[in-house]
Nanobody
């Protein structure tokens, strides 16, 4: 079955970096657009980044543009989110998503705090 498993979250100080990973299985990963969403405490889920099956970045949220980079390795069936210059407002649970399959991971928590 379709499975998405996020990893790489944790506690980090403002200004530092983290890289999130999303391991995909159960479908032909390279054929699908993938997305990263995030949900901050008490807020609605927000689309952070979208990347096509062949690795073309389609969009970033204004709040992460210039700091976050989405990428994928189709040989490893893995989606990435490189997050640089993290800010306290980036604190959220980060989810990967396959929109065409309506598949979601369980999320990984990123906490940005000094």
């Amino acid at each position: 079955q379709v499975q998405l498993v996020e990893s790489g979250g944790g506690l980090v100080q403002p200004g530092r970096s983290l890289r999130l990973s999303c391991a995909a299985s159960g479908f032909t990963f390279s054929s699908y657009t993938m997305r990263w969403y995030r949900q901050a405490p008490g807020k609605e889920r927000e689309l952070a980044a979208t990347i096509s099956g062949v690795g073309v970045v389609q969009n970033y949220a204004d709040s992460v543009k210039g700091r976050f980079t989405v990428s994928r390795d189709n040989a490893k069936n893995t989606l990435y989110l490189q997050m640089n210059n993290l800010k306290p407002e980036d604190t959220a649970v980060y989810y990967c998503n396959t929109p065409s399959l309506d598949a979601w991971g369980k999320g990984t928590l990123v906490t940005v705090s000094s």
